[in-house]
């Protein structure tokens, strides 16, 4: 039957990037406790190695810059990585049929770096490492808000090519009651779980929030730079420079 989608759609990079995820934890959970420290010191981002005190810590200088991408694929147990996995799902998805796969893993990097960026900035010289794809998966969130939420509000069907739906600007996306509502919501969670002391588990983990709340705020200021501009089907694609 011509036009029919099939039930589980998932572009390539969201599965990509949910084994990478998935496979490294598996690796992490085999090894003995102390090299699975040693694995996670030399993925994660530790604050520290910046403020040259800590020569000594895995992975040594090339850390220093790796680790601005390899934290991301590091979770701190299956609950942490299982809850990352369905927010990407529900949100990476959306991004990643409407800008192509390449497209969505550069604006990924580019979301989950400018977290990092700002938690440094915050806690410079900490020792307390930082691991999950939550920045960048914040940034996805952002992104697909930008036609998600304008499309449903000018009575755009969301049924249609997720490519085909106008970009909302970011004004018109800073005004619109949906996104508002959604983002105070969004923010009030990070904060009640990032200041409150509040935890997803019991392990102690504490929560990156300033590093979401970077990832959601880069993704919303340039999505539209890795944005396709909806065209007529059949047309010539045109990309957004």
């Given amino acids: 039957m011509a036009g029919k989608q099939p039930m589980f759609n998932i572009p390539m990079s969201i599965i990509v990037a949910a084994l990478a995820m998935i496979v490294l934890h598996i690796i992490r959970t085999a090894l003995p406790s102390e090299e699975r420290l040693t694995l996670l010191l030399a993925l994660a981002f530790v604050p520290a190695r910046y403020a040259g005190e800590t020569p ?75 691991i999950g794809a939550s920045a960048a998966i914040s940034g996805q969130m952002a992104g697909a808000i930008r036609f998600m939420f304008g499309a449903s509000q000018d ?22 009651p949906r996104f508002l509502m959604f983002m105070g919501v969004w923010i009030a969670l990070n904060l009640l779980f990032g200041l409150g002391g509040m935890q997803l588990d019991g392990s102690g983990t504490e929560i990156a929030w300033e590093a979401h709340l970077g990832g959601f705020v880069c993704g919303l200021l340039i999505f539209g730079l890795f944005d396709r501009i909806p ?8 990309y957004i420079q």
């Fill in 56 to 130: 000594g810590l895995p992975g040594g200088d090339w850390s220093q810059f790796t680790s601005f991408i390899t934290y991301m694929f590091v979770h701190s147990d299956a609950t942490h990585l299982i809850i990352n996995l369905v927010w990407m799902l529900a949100f990476g998805s959306a991004v990643a049929k409407r800008i192509g796969d390449l497209r969505f893993i550069l604006f990924s990097f580019a979301c989950g770096i400018a977290g990092v960026l700002v938690h440094l900035f915050l806690h410079f010289g900490e020792l307390i490492p930082v």
């Fill in 231 to 238: 065209r007529p089907e059949g047309s010539t694609p045109t």
């Fill in 155 to 176: 009575g755009v069907p969301m049924s249609r090519d997720l490519k085909q739906i106008p970009l909302a600007g970011i004004g018109k996306t800073l005004t619109n």
